[in-house]
């Protein structure tokens, strides 16, 4: 009797564990990917450039429009690199008030834009893990808010 109480507790405790490593780590993508947006946004105003951002199931990339006027993945820039979500990771993508299909690879062009006049793609992007869900939203001005993390 005494055994099947404590493996009881430990399981629980196991199970809170996962659960609040699962919010941690959903907090912890969901800062970093609010500071490279933000970092993005600056950049584009600061260096009159447009830069975009994409999404896919695995993971996102910034892209900037290369020589030939089309949307090329930014490859040079250590901090707007390719990024890939931890395991378990979803995503779902409004731009516009428009769901975006998210695809198993990167897509050809972004579905979010950083424009040198200081405008971005009006988006609500909602990060999940487990049981966890984060949402980062942002006006067309590029004023960005990350939500809290709550419970589905």
């Known amino acids: 009797m005494v055994v099947i109480v404590i493996a009881g ?8 564990s996962i659960g609040d490593r699962s919010a941690s780590q959903l907090e912890q993508e969901g800062r970093r990917l609010n500071a490279l947006m933000g970092m993005a946004h ?4 600061m260096q009159s450039r447009e830069i975009g951002l994409a999404f896919s199931k695995t993971g996102y990339q910034f892209y900037e429009v290369g020589k030939d006027d089309k949307w ?3 490859v040079k820039d250590e901090t707007l690199r390719l990024r890939e979500f931890p395991e378990g990771f979803k995503i779902t993508l409004y731009t516009d008030g428009e769901e975006v299909i998210i695809e198993p690879k990167m897509p050809e062009n972004p579905a979010v834009y950083f424009f040198s006049s200081g405008e971005t793609t009006p988006f609500e992007l909602a990060l999940k893990l487990a049981d966890y869900q984060q949402i980062i939203t942002s006006d067309a001005f590029g004023e960005i808010k990350v939500g809290n993390i709550t419970e589905q």
């Not at 507790?9 to 809170?16: N, R």
């Open 9 to 16: 507790i430990m399981i629980t405790l196991a199970v809170i």
């Open 42 to 45: 600056e950049e584009s105003i």
């Open 72 to 74: 090329q993945p930014i």
